[in-house]
C-alpha cells in the first residue's frame, strides 16, 4: 500500500475523530439544555461566526476533495460527518437564541450543503479540475476560518470564560490538523499544498484557543472576579 493511502487512511480516521470532538460539543450543549436554569442560555461563548466559518471549511474540503480525479474519498467522507454535525450545532444554537442571525446561519449553510452535493454528484467526473478555482477557494475559506477563531478566541478573553465551548472538540481539532499534515505532503505539492495551509490556519486556531481555555483556567487562581465566571 502507498504512502498517500496510509496516511489517507489515517487522515481519514482522526478526522473521524475530529467529528467525535463535534459529537462532543453537541453533547455538552444538550447537556446544558437539560440542566439549564430558566432564562438561562446554553450557547453562551459560542460565537456564531465561529461555526459558520468551521462549516464553510468542511464543505470546502468536501467540494475541493470531490472535485479531484480521482475523487478523494480520504477528504469526502469525513466532511460529510463533520459538516452535518456542524449544521446541528447551528440548529441548537438557533434554537437556544432565536434571533435573525443564527436563524440566516443555520438555513444559509444548510443550502449550501445542498447545492455543494448537487455540484459534485451531477458535475462529475471532472476530468481537468480548474487549477486556480478550488485551490483558491480553499485559501479564501481558510482566512474566513482563521477570522472566525479569532472573534471566538476575543469572546472567551471579553466573558472571561468559556460558557457552552466544548475544549475536548478543540484538542480532538489539533490532532486532525496534524493528521492532515502528512495526508498533504503526501499528495505533493501540486494537490497536497490547499490542504497544508489550511492545516496551519486549523492549528493556528484550535492552539489559540486551547491557551484561552487554560487563561480561564488561570484567572480562576488570580482574580475572585474570575473565580465566579469560571464556575459559571
Keep these: 500500500m502507498s504512502s ?4 489517507g487512511i489515517i487522515s481519514a480516521l482522526l478526522s473521524i475523530l475530529a467529528s467525535a470532538g ?25 460565537s456564531l461566526n465561529r461555526f459558520v466559518t468551521s462549516f464553510i471549511v468542511f464543505l470546502a474540503l468536501f467540494t475541493y476533495g ?23 450545532i447551528l440548529w441548537m444554537i438557533f434554537r437556544d437564541r432565536q434571533c435573525r442571525g443564527s436563524a440566516w446561519a443555520f438555513i444559509g449553510c444548510l443550502s449550501a450543503f445542498l447545492v455543494s452535493v448537487l455540484v459534485v454528484v451531477l458535475g462529475r467526473p471532472i476530468e481537468t479540475p480548474n487549477p486556480v478555482v478550488l485551490p483558491a477557494l480553499v485559501v479564501i475559506v481558510s482566512l474566513l476560518y482563521l477570522q472566525g477563531g479569532i472573534i471566538q478566541m476575543q469572546m472567551i478573553r471579553r466573558l472571561r470564560k468559556a460558557g457552552g465551548l466544548s475544549c475536548g472538540m478543540h484538542l480532538l481539532f489539533v490532532l486532525k490538523d496534524i493528521s492532515l499534515v502528512t495526508f498533504a505532503v503526501a499528495m ?9 495551509f489550511t492545516c496551519a490556519i486549523g492549528l493556528t486556531v484550535n492552539v489559540g484557543t486551547l491557551w484561552c481555555f487554560g487563561w480561564v483556567r488561570r484567572q480562576d487562581f488570580s482574580d475572585p472576579a474570575a473565580k465566579d465566571a469560571v464556575a459559571g
Design 4 to 7: 498517500y493511502h496510509i496516511t
Design 22 to 46: 463535534l459529537a462532543t460539543q453537541v453533547r455538552l450543549l444538550w447537556k446544558r439544555h437539560r440542566e439549564r436554569p430558566e432564562g438561562e442560555s446554553i450557547s453562551e461563548g459560542l
Design 66 to 88: 470531490g472535485g479531484l480525479n480521482p475523487f478523494n474519498h480520504y477528504l469526502v467522507w469525513p466532511r460529510v460527518i463533520g459538516s452535518l454535525l456542524v449544521l446541528l
Design 188 to 196: 505533493g505539492a501540486r494537490d497536497g499544498w490547499p490542504i497544508l
